[in-house]
């Protein structure tokens, strides 16, 4: 199994929703990411859980709030987000922390109105 | 600054043509380059990857060629078809440090017509 399964595919949110976005892998990776993608361009990194433990914020503003339940799983909390934080939002996984030979999944399409 | 310099921004190729996507970088502490293959409302894909010790790397009919006295690398697709129309990331990680993060070319929307 080879595959990082993101849900839902799809999320329309108002600005004084909370919602989550889930990400699953079972392919035993212990390094685990969220990243943001706008239209055209590549992916931005947001956070990255290695072995569980939350290693790397790239300044990410609080409304998005990540969790790593177990090793397998990996959810990012939303509350209160902007219509600017419309995007993209894919999960990823790889054996080291780094990013080198990452599994994306498809992707959480996020519309915040 | 964008660290990894990627060209051309959007390319058209006819079919069975050969495609060739071009990545520069200046930070001589990376040592692992992947491309990626993006198809419209999917993740990225990892495509193919090559590290400084070799000037090439082929999978089928993608290849990698590396040139690190110039710090350059380029993606060729050999025989392209309508399925290889996507967008393509070239990236670039350091060797060294806790965060050894995917450092992302702009990416280049290829179209090939068939």
Redesign the interface.
């Known amino acids: 199994d080879t595959e990082v399964t993101q849900t839902p595919k799809h999320l329309v949110m108002g600005m004084t929703n909370k919602k989550s976005l889930k990400c699953e892998q079972h392919m035993g990776h212990r390094a685990m990411y969220w990243y943001k993608q706008k239209a055209k361009k590549p992916p931005e990194l947001m956070f990255v859980y290695s072995y569980e433990k939350l290693s790397i914020n790239e300044s990410v503003p609080s409304r998005f709030s990540p969790e790593c339940p177990n090793s397998s799983l990996l959810n990012l909390h939303l509350h209160a987000l902007q219509p600017e934080d419309s995007a993209l939002y894919l999960c990823a996984s790889s054996q080291a922390r780094g990013g080198r030979e990452a599994f994306f999944g498809q992707g959480t399409r996020l519309t915040v109105v | 600054q964008q660290q990894v310099k990627q060209s051309p921004q959007s390319l058209i190729v006819q079919k069975g043509g050969i495609s060739i996507i071009n990545c520069a970088y200046e930070n001589t502490a990376f040592d692992?380059f992947?491309w990626?293959q993006q198809f419209p409302?999917?993740?990225?894909?990892?495509l193919i990857?090559i590290r400084p010790d070799v000037s090439e790397k082929k999978e089928g009919r993608f290849t990698i060629s590396f040139n690190k006295s110039a710090k350059q690398f380029s993606l060729h697709i050999m025989d392209s078809q309508p399925g290889d129309s996507a967008?393509y990331?070239c990236?670039a990680?350091p060797n060294a440090g806790?965060?050894?993060?995917?450092i992302?070319?702009?990416?280049t929307?290829l179209a090939v017509n068939p």
């Open positions: 692992y992947p990626y409302g999917k993740g990225p894909a990892l990857a967008t990331f990236a990680s806790n965060n050894r993060k995917l992302w070319g702009l990416g929307s």
